[in-house]
């Protein structure tokens, strides 16, 4: 069963229980996941890998929204957008530790012969390939601006 199928099943369960917040935030999801789906030329079913990164997104939406809204003393709402964070979160895979995107991240720089901060670019597009969404871009960005620049 794939990522979106898994939010339909939540959403009809969410629907039997009356579990209005996480009714609401598979709603969202997979209201995003519809814009995607029909943006562009033409209307197409998104792969797994793609509706991950409408996840991603949507949780680096709510994180920026919880961030303002703690700076704006309205703590109760942050609440709510890091509890729909925890709702989303379930439907991702398991992210990689340190050490396993390191490994990646060495294996890239070897791989594509990069020896200097010129190369993240490169390096960043192969690396994100292959973590396929199991892993912040920006965790990535900020482990190989590290590798590359030769910090410990």
Do not use: C, H, W
Request: charged letters at 40%.
């Amino acid at each position: 069963m794939g990522v979106k199928e898994r939010i339909l099943a939540d959403l009809k369960e969410a629907m039997k229980l009356r579990d209005e917040v996480r009714l609401s935030v598979l709603r969202m999801l997979l209201s995003d996941i519809k814009n995607e789906e029909v943006s562009g030329s033409e209307r197409r079913e998104l792969a797994d890998n793609e509706v991950i990164s409408v996840l991603r997104r949507a949780i680096k939406k709510r994180k920026e929204a919880a961030e303002q809204f703690r700076k704006g003393g309205r703590g109760e709402m942050a609440e709510k957008e890091e509890k729909e964070i925890e709702y989303i979160e379930k439907y991702l895979p398991p992210s990689l530790s340190g050490e396993e995107l390191r490994v990646i991240i060495q294996g890239a720089i070897t791989e594509l012969g990069a020896n200097s901060i010129k190369d993240m670019g490169k390096v960043m597009k192969f690396v994100m390939d292959k973590v396929n969404g199991r892993t912040d871009g920006k965790a990535v960005s900020e482990m190989l601006k590290q590798m590359l620049s030769g910090a410990p």
